[in-house]
């Protein structure tokens, strides 16, 4: 999903919908995520819609020794410029987030 089409989709259900929350959340693990989401109530009860933003894998390096019971360590290489979007949608059952798929709907 392009940043474009998710303007639009916020658009969309701040014309239709009760908008019951909007924000952003930053998260420092895996080279830096952001997730933008919305949350309101929808024509299937309360939804959440959210747009995460990470940067893409370069490389992935693995640590290890011959040496039986020796750890192992990986290390994630992560680009500075190229970003990886991901879109997903959650509806509340019983005040828990449940993942949408296209399967259910």
């Keep these: 999903m392009t940043l474009e089409r998710w ?3 916020i658009g969309n259900i701040k014309d239709n919908f009760k908008v ?3 924000g952003n959340e930053h998260f420092d693990e895996h080279g830096g995520i952001d997730v933008e989401f ?16 990470k940067p893409v894998v370069l490389d992935k390096k693995t640590f290890y020794s011959q ?12 680009s500075k410029d190229e970003k990886s979007r991901k ?12 993942e949408i798929n296209e399967i259910s709907l």
């Design 7 to 9: 303007e639009n989709i």
């Design 67 to 78: 040496r039986i019971g020796s750890e192992t360590q990986v290390e994630y290489i992560y």
């Design 38 to 53: 919305i949350i309101f109530k929808g024509p299937l009860g309360k939804m959440k819609l959210e747009f995460i933003t």
């Design 87 to 98: 879109f997903k949608a959650h509806k509340d059952e019983d005040g828990e987030w449940k």
């Design 20 to 22: 019951e929350e909007q």
